[in-house]
C-alpha cells in the first residue's frame, strides 16, 4: 500500500446526513415527503414517454420546464433556474453569490444542510441564535454580511415569518444576496415572490419534492432578478450542462400545470396538520403553529430520544436531532389521516 502525502490535499468534509429511506415498509413520517401521488398528468407522460429519446441529451436550457415555472408565477423565463431538487440549487447558490470574505448569516436552528455547504465551499459563516420561541430577530440580520439565507417557514420548527419582517432584512441588506428558501411555503406562508421586482438582491427557491410530491423526480428552482439567474447559469452551466432529464423536464412542466391537483393535495395536508395539532395536545405535546407539512414537537413529561425510539419500534419513523435546543423535540411529517391516526395510537401506548 502507497503511503504517500496525498490525503493532505483531500478536500475533507462533515456531510449532510439525510433523513433515513428504510428498505422495509414503515409508517414513513421523518422526511417531509408529500404522502399523496403527483398530479395524475406525470403518470401520463411516464407511460407514454418513447426511450428511444434516451440516446439524446436533453434540452440544456429545461425550456419547457422552464417556461412552465415561469407561467405559473408570472414571471419571464429568464428569472427562473432549475435544478436537480432545491439541495441543488441551493448549492449553485451558495457558490454563486456567497463568495466574500464576510460571513454569510442563517440561524442556528435551520436546515442542517446550510453549514455543510458553506464547509464544502470554504465559505466563513456565522449562525444567529433564534428566540427562545424559534423565531428570527432581524436585528441579527443588519451587520456586515457576505450573504444571508433562512427558510421560510424555518426548518425543522415549521414558524412563519412575516413579508414585512423578510422585506425589512433584504432592505438592509443591499450589497449582499438573501435567499428565502421556499421548500415549505405552499403549506401556510407568505412567499417573498411578491418582492423579487423591488429587490435585485432577493433570490427565492422553491421545490417540487413536499407540495408536488415529487421528491423522487429531483426539482427545485430559483425565482430572483434576471441578473440573478444569469449569474446562477454561469456558474451551473461551468460545472455540468445537463442536469435536468428530458424525462424530469416534462413531468415538472405537467405537474406545475396542474393548478387544481396542487391545490386540492396542499388543503388535505393542511386539514391534517391541524387535525394533527388537536390530537398532539390531547396528547400532552407542547409545538410551533406550524405552517409547513411537518410538525415540531416536545413532549411535557417524555423524552423526545425515548419517544423516537419507541416509534421506531412500531415501524412509524419520524425525525430526532441530538443537537443543541432542539434535542427533546421531534419532528413529525404530516401524512394521510388514516398513518397520522396510526401514530395517534402508537403514542398514546407509549406514552401510557
Ligand atoms: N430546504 C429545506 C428547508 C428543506 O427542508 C429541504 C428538504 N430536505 C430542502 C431545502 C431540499 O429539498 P429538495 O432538494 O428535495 O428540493
Known sequence: MSTGSWENNVRKVVPYTPGEQPKEKVIKLNTNENPYPPS????????????????????????????????????????VFVGVGSDDVISVAFLTFFNSEKPVLFPDITYSFYDVWADVYRIPFVQKPLTADFKIDPADYKCENGGIIFPNPNAPTGCEESLSMIEDIVKANPDSVVIIDEAYVDFGAESALSLIDKYENLLVIQTFSKSRSMAGMRIGYAIGSEKLIKYMNDVKFSINSYTMTPLTQLCGAEAIKDEEYFVSTVKKIVETREYSKKKLAELGFEFTDSKSNFIFASHKSKPASEIFAALKEKKIFVRYWNKPRINNHLRITVGTPEEMDELFAALKEILK
Open 40 to 79: 395524475p398528468k406525470v403518470k401520463r407522460i411516464l407511460d407514454e414517454y418513447n426511450c428511444d429519446k434516451m440516446r439524446l441529451y436533453p434540452d440544456p436550457d429545461a425550456t419547457v420546464l422552464v417556461d412552465a415555472i415561469a407561467e405559473r408565477y408570472n414571471v419571464k423565463p429568464s428569472q
